[in-house]
């Protein structure tokens, strides 16, 4: 692939919810620019952007994928997205380095909850947008009440670029207004406006040049005036007017008939913003922030955005260079790790395939394999300028399972590969829950967790078993109690004796664990008091009432008695350990389990039954609010009653619920459930 200049790059994102069509539009798109001799299809896996093999079983895409496009001596960076909200990581990442928003629309569904969920993430990175009603080919689409959905949703100015000409089966091409001419077919071919037409497309261009004036002050002024603003003209405002984010673009296509998708083309290139036009962006340097300016002459910057892990190829690391130019087999370093990165050979991606380029420019996006140490959010950049981007922000996991190897070679295997499984994914996260001993793999939802399982399988040969986690309770006290305990033990030969007398008092929360010795005159040898300590120890780990961890307690050992031969350190661990136990069982002993602070953002006409829903799950609402036609609950749940919310609140909503959590504090289980869950403990011992 030969090299582009940083005004000759399109950073395109394709946004939109599942199925309305951007992994179509990205094979049309490299169909019509001719670097494909055939359209592939989702149905059979043919396609360029969506090759890995659940994308192909599933039909959807799971994760992003770079397609750079030719066109009109330019260079369009396509990077196609999931529209199924668990792959939402993907989504943020692509955003982050894209420079131009394509929102995909079905224009029989219009908008949907992955459109109103991709607009509010592009919104937060103030991300210049178009849109494209796609699919106009399909039965009832409807360009108007689209366009109209559009405007309800979202407080934009929506601008047609393009009537359609024909609807459904019968639509055939498009009224480019700004040209004021009619391009038919899949070709492009240029042909006269249907008479039938013509007044509503001089209407709809009125718009067209209001827009374009009110984006430079010098228009604007020659608008008033009544002078006619030339093509030019136009396409310098629209294309100012949408990099502030006054104005939307709206165009229409039928991706699977290549109808319209030259023209978006040729309207990408013309309004979307070069790296350039989008100007400095700011790192942190040595000496504070510092703006590096999308120039060749600018210090070495780059950002890291996606891993990938591959079997074959090894590790794959995408980024996107913000200054200065990156070349093939040179070094870098990561501004994270502190850490030297020696590149091999530097590729475009396109979907699997890669096309080796000597350099990338400011404003390219590009790969490269098998670095050490760098992962997704690093920033690449001289070793001399040190500097560090603000990587994507992702989201806190929402779904969580416990995974269990189904054999001795799957164990050992197990950690190194949950790690390059969540390296790829960064809303994937795995850790171990020392209270229950389980391994835990969290995500943004079900078929998230389970494709992740999927993968281990299918590309590391590591196959685990998934489970509910259990909840992570501690134990405690509630009052404060005294007692002894005498070990004694005569065997043939040397016996074991040990006397402690231990205080029990509880702390408050969040304090841990408290040891203290009150021994006077040499009742047992300050020696022992490791040896109880280690004893006692032993208990905080395994519990006494179910199993779980002790905490926020105080033990104070007071008196106890010592023989001069029989007394060791190993008496002295046992009689710590059961004086412990002796005295915690009699000193008010709770169950304490983690309590969530909920945030729940819905359409307001499902607030009711969700609210319902939460009172069956222990919930106090904290308070409720609206935004933008959508409730704002929050409240405090137990986590015992959030393990499956995730598809919980997307089948109360059908899938337009959003919801976020994290611990808020530790109290005590209701006594009707801390038995049950004492009984469970024990079932669970026995079998």
């Known amino acids: 692939m030969k090299e582009y200049t940083t005004d000759q790059l399109r950073n395109v994102v394709l946004l939109g919810h599942g199925s309305s069509g951007k992994t179509t539009l990205a094979e049309a798109m490299l169909f019509?620019?001719?670097?494909?001799?055939?359209?592939g299809k989702i149905e059979d896996g043919s396609t360029v952007a969506d090759f890995d093999?659940?994308?192909?079983?599933?039909r959807i895409s799971l994760s992003l994928s770079l397609v750079p496009i030719e066109w009109q001596k330019h260079k369009l960076n396509v990077l196609d997205t999931p529209g199924y909200t668990d792959f939402i990581g993907e989504v943020i990442s692509a955003i982050r380095v894209a420079d131009l928003a394509l929102v995909l629309l079905d224009p029989v569904a219009g908008v949907e909850v992955g459109t109103e969920l991709v607009w509010n993430y592009a919104d937060q990175l103030n991300l210049p947008r178009m849109v494209?009603?796609?699919?106009?080919?399909?039965?009832?689409?409807?360009?108007?009440r689209t366009l109209k959905m559009l405007r309800e949703a979202f407080a934009c100015d929506f601008i047609p670029l393009q009537l359609p000409i024909g609807s459904e089966g019968k639509f055939s091409g498009v009224v480019d207004l700004v040209k004021m001419q009619a391009v038919m077919g899949s070709e492009k071919k240029a042909a006269e406006i249907p008479a039938d037409m013509l007044a509503q497309a001089q209407d709809a261009r009125v718009q067209i040049v209001e827009a374009a004036a009110e984006g430079d002050d010098e228009l604007i002024l020659k608008y008033?005036?009544?002078?006619?603003?030339?093509?030019?003209?136009?396409?310098?405002?629209?294309?100012a007017a949408i990099l502030k984010g006054g104005v939307v673009p709206v165009l229409m296509t039928s991706a699977t008939d290549s109808v319209g998708v030259k023209a978006l083309m040729d309207a990408l290139i013309t309004y979307a913003p070069s790296p350039t036009d989008r100007g400095p962006v700011t790192a942190e340097g040595a000496a504070g922030p510092e703006e590096?300016?999308?120039?060749?002459?600018?210090?070495?910057?780059?950002?890291?955005f996606k891993t990938a892990a591959d079997p074959y190829v090894?590790?794959?690391?995408?980024?996107r260079v913000y200054g200065g130019t990156l070349e093939s087999d040179s070094r870098v370093w990561n501004s994270r790790t502190d850490s030297e990165e020696r590149l091999g050979t530097i590729y475009a991606m396109r979907g699997k395939e890669q096309l080796s380029v000597e350099r990338l420019r400011p404003g390219d996006i590009g790969a490269v394999a098998k670095l050490g140490e760098t992962v997704t959010g690093d920033t690449l950049c001289d070793r001399g300028h040190p500097v560090q981007l603000p990587g994507p922000v992702f989201p806190h996991a929402l779904f969580a399972v416990a995974v269990n190897p189904t054999s001795k070679a799957d164990q050992a295997k197990m950690g190194p590969t949950l790690t390059r499984i969540c390296e790829e994914d960064p809303t994937l996260r795995w850790r171990q829950e020392p209270s229950t001993r389980q391994t835990i793999l969290e995500g943004m939802g079900e078929a998230h967790v389970e494709i992740a399982v999927r993968r281990m399988e299918n590309r590391f040969g590591v196959t685990v078993e998934t489970a509910i986690p259990k909840v992570p309770y501690r134990e405690t006290i509630t009052q404060t109690h005294s007692d002894q305990y005498r070990h004694k033990k005569q065997t043939g030969g040397a016996g074991q004796f040990a006397e402690v007398h231990m205080r029990l008092e509880p702390l408050p929360r969040g304090e841990g664990f408290e040891y203290e010795w009150e021994v006077f005159g040499g009742a047992i040898s300050s020696s022992f008091r490791p040896s109880i300590e280690k004893g006692i120890r032993q208990?905080?780990?395994?519990?006494?009432?179910a199993g779980y961890p002790v905490v926020d307690i105080k033990a104070v050992v007071y008196d106890g008695k010592e023989h001069p031969v029989d007394s060791k350190d190993i008496a002295f661990q046992i009689a710590g350990r059961e004086v412990f136990k002796k005295v915690m069982l009699s000193s008010g002993p709770v169950l304490l389990e983690p309590i969530y602070m909920v945030t729940i953002t819905i359409p307001e006409e499902y607030t009711g039954d969700v609210m319902g829903d939460l009172n069956t799950k222990r919930a106090r609402v904290q308070g409720m609010g609206q935004q933008a036609g959508k409730s704002i609950i929050t409240a405090i749940v137990p986590l015992a009653e959030m393990l499956r919310y995730a598809t919980d609140l997307r089948s109360l909503t059908q899938g337009r619920g959003l919801f976020s959590m994290e611990l808020d504090h530790y109290a005590d289980v209701p006594a009707h459930l801390t038995q049950q869950i004492i009984e469970a403990s024990k079932a669970e011992k026995e079998s």
Do not use: D, W
Request: aromatic share 4%; hydrophobic share 40%; no cysteine.
């Open 53 to 58: 093999e659940e994308e192909i079983r599933r």
């Open 132 to 144: 494209v009603v796609n699919k106009m080919n399909r039965e009832n689409a409807n360009f108007e």
């Open 224 to 239: 008033l005036e009544g002078e006619e603003l030339t093509e030019e003209e136009i396409h310098s405002g629209l294309r």
């Open 292 to 304: 590096i300016e999308p120039s060749e002459l600018a210090p070495l910057t780059a950002l890291v």
């Open 314 to 319: 090894g590790k794959l690391t995408y980024f």
């Open 32 to 39: 019509a620019s001719g670097a494909i001799n055939r359209m």
């Open 539 to 545: 208990v905080l780990e395994q519990g006494v009432i």
